[in-house]
């Protein structure tokens, strides 16, 4: 693939409702990256991964929020007993390792939690 | 808590004005990147500057790290209605977190 892609690209969901949300690295990229954009800010780190593991989850805000990549390709974001205040574009990012490194962005998933 | 201030947050000038955008923190970044974000889009990375008192330039655009690693700038000569974006700054730490903290942004539109 050219680049990281993110399905859907939109959700809406009811609060209370559990979501699912994928990222595609770029092919070969060891680490990868989610973060959460509410409108009018930047990016805030959720977690990282290098390789299958979660090498800093420091950024997820509680544990409504896990996050996987069981074969060190594809990710979930997983939230349950979504509230309002989830409602953002999460966004993914991929890069080949090594700091500092170029990190390069999914479009996002932008999710409604109503 | 690390923190990153961009300023100003909104910016609407004339084209072949000039610009600066400025990103100051108390904490120390092993590296600072500047992103451009497009509506619909992720953020593309423009510059990555490690060193202190480091200074960058592509093309029309001049990048600076300060002295102390904890501030940085960027510097647009003679905007173009193409710049027009949301600028962004992220610092990077050293040890085995990739994670990226960011400013809060500048909306930059440049009028024709």
């Known amino acids: 693939g050219a680049g990281v892609s993110q399905t859907p690209s939109n959700k809406v969901t009811e609060k209370g409702k559990y979501v699912e949300l994928r990222c595609d690295p770029i092919?070969?990229?060891?680490?990868l990256y989610w973060y959460r954009q509410s409108l009018g800010q930047g990016p805030e780190f959720l977690i990282y991964f290098q390789g299958t593991g979660a090498a800093d989850d420091s950024g997820l805000p509680n544990d409504r929020f896990f996050a996987v990549r069981p074969e060190g390709s594809v990710s979930t974001l997983k939230i349950q007993r979504t509230e309002r205040g989830d409602s953002a574009v999460y966004l993914c990012a991929s890069s080949s390792g090594g700091l500092p490194d170029t990190q390069y962005f999914g479009p996002g998933t932008r999710l409604t939690v109503l | 808590t690390q923190l990153l201030e961009q300023s100003p947050q909104f910016l609407s000038i004339q084209e072949g004005e000039n610009l600066t955008v400025y990103c100051n923190s108390s904490?120390?970044?092993?590296?600072l990147q500047w992103y451009r974000q497009e509506p619909g889009e992720g953020p593309v990375l423009l510059v990555t500057v490690v060193t202190g008192g480091e200074v960058k330039k592509l093309k029309r655009l001049t990048f600076q790290f300060g002295d102390a690693r904890k501030d940085s700038s960027l510097h647009i000569t003679a905007a173009q209605p193409g710049d027009t974006g949301l600028y962004l700054c992220a610092g990077g730490f050293s040890g085995n977190t990739g994670k990226l903290i960011f400013g809060q942004g500048t909306t930059l539109q440049v009028k024709p």
């Open positions: 904490s120390v970044f092993s590296s």
């Open positions: 092919s070969g990229h060891t680490a």
